[in-house]
Nanobody, 116 residues
Framework: QVQLVGSGGGLVQPGGSLRLSCAAS????????MSWYRQAPGKERELVAT???????TYADSVKGRFTISGDDAKNTMYLQMDSLEPEDTAMYYC??????????WGQGIQVTVSS
């Protein structure tokens, strides 16, 4: 089972940027559908962005044009570049890996706080 370790969160002012990383213990790209989710206090976990095994990316409407999901095959690491951050982006962010017939993997939560 692949293991995921997330990093890169923190406190940023509105309009600022952050890059989250999700390092995997093995090969992920081309095998797993990789995603970023987030959960704000009192709200349900929501899907933010996905990169498929064919490297097709999709985004939630709320982050489209501001967030970019990408990966580095050589480092087995997925990224979420977050620009033009808004207070509404404040949440715990989680990376996720899904592959048929394999257990779903989650990274630990990464806190992102957008506040002045």
């Amino acid at each position: 089972q692949v293991q995921l370790v997330g990093s890169g969160g923190g406190l940023v002012q509105p309009g600022g940027s952050l890059r989250l990383s999700c390092a995997a213990s093995g090969t992920i790209f081309g095998l797993y559908v990789m995603s970023w989710y987030r959960q704000a206090p009192g709200k349900e976990r929501e899907l933010v962005a996905t990169i498929t095994t064919g490297y097709i990316t999709t985004y939630a409407d709320s982050v489209k044009g501001r967030f970019t999901i990408s990966g580095d095959d050589a480092k087995n690491t997925m990224y979420l570049q977050m620009d033009s951050l808004e207070p509404e982006d404040t949440a715990m962010y989680y990376c996720n890996a899904v592959r048929p017939y394999f257990p779903t993997a989650w990274g630990q939560g990464i806190q992102v706080t957008v506040s002045s």
